[in-house]
């Protein structure tokens, strides 16, 4: 027998249980069955210790700020981004308060954002980047740090050992944060089960067919019992993570054609010395080596995960041919059609300074490792830390002329039709999923969208306009997202009852 349902969404990750929250609020008579191949949600990308977790605002990420021929900088992507996750922000905690999600405290909280470079040209640099954005209505309190004493005050872990005849400099937010954005899933996904979703896991999505009437006939294995059902849905949505490529090659949709992925792994070194984490109370993002791709920017990260502080300091890149972090070696192969070979063989030619990052990072031994550590601390030593591994990127890459470009970022893909959509792509990603549900509600609901906007807009006041032209409604906002997610008190910082302020 065929189920039916009105939507599918495919993968237990932070995107299909944002999806679900909308809709459920939006249109909460709407069936919705839910499939994920793992046993747990949030186990690959989604999954804390599988991510950065910065709550990505460009506060403190300089790829977003990057510098021109000319020397000035460009915020235009900063500014942008920033937008974006003042939407997540304002969804989050309309949610807290209807209790769609319950303690804030569980999934953000608030850390420094900090942007840290060392050298004449690149603390001049930063310098161009505050003053262009420190008069921002998204950057407002953003400071400038130039001297060894504040420095040392502020990072003293980074501070130990330093050489300040080499001169350094730091960007420093006081109103960033940290997301587990694990928990956050978790949280949603219970929300959506409540309500009376059918969450399957341990259940793999094989197959998708078109319909002659434009639903979507989709097989589904459960990997127990390894019986096979079908399900009948009249929207999909892949948030497969890595594996949403290949499951939109399988739809068919014509607007797929032309892209294909990049896996990259990534490793982080976790500390592993209570004194050490205690000492550290901050994100702190520097600059990615002359020649590595922007995805490779290193960072000493302040981590709130089940209410205990952490610290990594990474990423170092790996690379393998799965497209999830419990895929398989076959992922890559299986996605190379003849409608995405051109573009992954022009990107092959053209990322050569990609190629030799990952060969270098792949030679790089755990001692090795250790020694690029102690550019942001000088001291480090071996036995404080250990090698994690963190979850798969698929790199867009998308058709350009007779070739391809290979993009940083995320994309919706959505069919014609508006009966699937799906996401590609890894960075900004999770800090930014509001705004991209939100867009494949636009374009797969255009007719309920009309009607859904008044609601929308009692979730997210800002829908539709930019924050950065309207200051006192980014006040407002700014205000009411802080005191309902509880991220006011930024001074004491307390998380469990452990005090990170050393």
Same mark, same amino acid.
């Given at each position: 027998?065929?189920?039916?349902?009105?939507?599918?969404?495919?993968?237990?990750?932070?995107?299909?249980?944002?999806?679900?929250?909308?809709?459920?609020?939006?249109?909460?008579?709407?069936?919705?069955?839910?499939?994920?191949?793992?046993?747990?949600?949030?186990?690959?990308?989604?999954?804390?210790?599988? /991510?950065?977790?910065?709550?990505?605002?460009?506060?403190?990420?300089?790829?977003?700020?990057?510098?021109?021929?000319?020397?000035?900088?460009?915020?235009?992507?900063?500014?942008?981004?920033?937008?974006?996750?003042?939407?997540?922000?304002?969804?989050?905690?309309?949610?807290?308060?209807?209790?769609?999600?319950?303690?804030?405290?569980?999934?953000?909280?608030?850390?420094?954002?900090?942007?840290?470079?060392?050298?004449?040209?690149?603390?001049?640099?930063?310098?161009?980047?505050?003053?262009?954005?420190?008069?921002?209505?998204?950057?407002?309190?953003?400071?400038?740090?130039?001297?060894?004493?504040?420095?040392?005050?502020?990072?003293?872990?980074?501070?130990?050992?330093?050489?300040?005849? +080499?001169?350094?400099?730091?960007?420093?937010?006081?109103?960033?944060?940290?997301?587990?954005?694990?928990?956050?899933?978790?949280?949603?996904?219970?929300?959506?089960?409540?309500? $009376?979703?059918?969450?399957?896991?341990?259940?793999?999505?094989? +197959?998708?067919?078109? #319909?002659?009437?434009?639903?979507?006939?989709?097989?589904?294995?459960?990997?127990?019992?390894? #019986?096979?059902?079908?399900?009948?849905?009249?929207?999909?949505?892949?948030?497969?993570?890595?594996?949403?490529?290949?499951?939109?090659?399988?739809?068919?949709?014509?607007?797929?054609?032309?892209?294909?992925?990049?896996?990259?792994?990534?490793?982080?070194?976790?500390?592993?010395?209570?004194?050490?984490?205690?000492?550290?109370?901050?994100?702190?993002?520097?600059?990615?080596?002359?020649?590595?791709?922007?995805?490779?920017?290193?960072?000493?990260?302040?981590?709130?995960?089940?209410?205990?502080?952490?610290?990594?300091?990474?990423?170092?890149?790996?690379?393998?041919?799965?497209?999830?972090?419990? $895929?398989?070696?076959?992922?890559?192969?299986?996605?190379?059609?003849?409608? /995405?070979?051109?573009? &992954?063989?022009?990107?092959?030619?053209?990322? &050569?300074?990609?190629?030799?990052?990952?060969?270098?990072?792949?030679?790089?031994?755990?001692?090795?490792?250790?020694?690029?550590?102690?550019?942001?601390?000088?001291?480090?030593?071996?036995?404080?830390?250990?090698?994690?591994?963190?979850?798969?990127?698929?790199?867009?890459?998308?058709?350009?002329?007779?070739?391809?470009?290979?993009?940083?970022?995320?994309?919706?893909?959505?069919?014609?039709?508006?009966?699937?959509?799906?996401?590609?792509?890894?960075?900004?990603?999770?800090?930014?999923?509001?705004?991209? &549900?939100?867009?494949?509600?636009?374009?797969?609901?255009?007719?309920?969208?009309? +009607?859904?906007?008044?609601?929308?807009?009692?979730?997210?006041?800002?829908?539709?306009?930019?924050?950065?032209?309207?200051?006192?409604?980014?006040?407002?906002?700014?205000?009411?997202? /802080?005191?309902?997610?509880?991220?006011?008190?930024?001074?004491?910082?307390?998380?469990? $009852?452990?005090?990170?302020?050393?």
């Amino acid at each position: 027998m065929t189920e039916k349902t009105d939507v599918v969404l495919i993968g237990a990750g932070i995107m299909s249980a944002t999806l679900g929250a909308l809709l459920r609020q939006l249109q909460p008579e709407w069936s919705i069955s839910l499939f994920e191949r793992l046993d747990a949600a949030a186990a690959e990308s989604s999954d804390p210790w599988n /991510n950065a977790g910065t709550g990505h605002s460009a506060l403190c990420e300089l790829n977003y700020s990057p510098q021109n021929a000319d020397g000035s900088v460009d915020v235009t992507k900063a500014i942008d981004i920033n937008e974006r996750f003042q939407v997540s922000r304002q969804f989050w905690a309309h949610a807290v308060e209807n209790g769609v999600l319950g303690d804030p405290s569980r999934f953000i909280n608030p850390i420094p954002h900090v942007s840290f470079v060392h050298g004449a040209d690149d603390v001049q640099y930063l310098r161009k980047r505050y003053e262009a954005l420190a008069g921002h209505p998204l950057f407002e309190g953003m400071e400038y740090v130039d001297t060894p004493d504040e420095f040392a005050r502020r990072l003293p872990l980074m501070a130990k050992g330093r050489d300040f005849s +080499d001169p350094v400099a730091l960007n420093w937010t006081d109103g960033g944060t940290d997301i587990d954005f694990g928990s956050l899933t978790k949280e949603l996904l219970g929300y959506l089960g409540a309500t $009376g979703a059918n969450l399957a896991f341990g259940h793999e999505v094989r +197959d998708l067919d078109k #319909q002659r009437d434009g639903s979507w006939k989709i097989r589904v294995r459960n990997l127990r019992t390894r #019986q096979t059902r079908t399900v009948e849905a009249k929207f999909v949505f892949v948030g497969a993570g890595g594996g949403a490529l290949p499951l939109l090659q399988k739809s068919g949709i014509k607007e797929i054609k032309g892209f294909a992925g990049f896996p990259v792994s990534g490793q982080f070194l976790r500390c592993t010395n209570p004194a050490l984490i205690a000492k550290h109370e901050a994100k702190v993002y520097g600059k990615a080596a002359v020649g590595a791709p922007p995805m490779s920017v290193p960072h000493l990260d302040t981590r709130v995960i089940n209410g205990k502080p952490g610290l990594l300091f990474g990423p170092y890149a790996g690379w393998t041919p799965k497209f999830l972090k419990d $895929g398989s070696n076959t992922d890559l192969f299986k996605s190379i059609n003849a409608g /995405n070979l051109a573009p &992954m063989l022009g990107v092959g030619l053209t990322e &050569m300074s990609l190629v030799k990052y990952l060969v270098s990072e792949l030679l790089k031994s755990q001692s090795g490792k250790v020694y690029t550590m102690e550019e942001f601390i000088p001291r480090a030593e071996g036995r404080d830390w250990e090698l994690i591994t963190a979850g798969q990127r698929v790199q867009i890459i998308r058709r350009k002329g007779v070739g391809g470009v290979l993009e940083l970022g995320t994309a919706v893909i959505a069919a014609k039709d508006g009966s699937i959509a799906g996401l590609l792509g890894a960075s900004p990603g999770a800090s930014t999923c509001v705004t991209a &549900m939100l867009d494949v509600l636009q374009r797969c609901f255009p007719r309920e969208y009309a +009607d859904w906007t008044p609601r929308l807009r009692q979730m997210i006041p800002s829908l539709g306009v930019k924050l950065s032209d309207d200051k006192a409604l980014f006040h407002d906002v700014w205000d009411w997202t /802080n005191k309902a997610l509880n991220l006011n008190n930024a001074n004491t910082r307390k998380h469990a $009852g452990v005090a990170l302020t050393p």
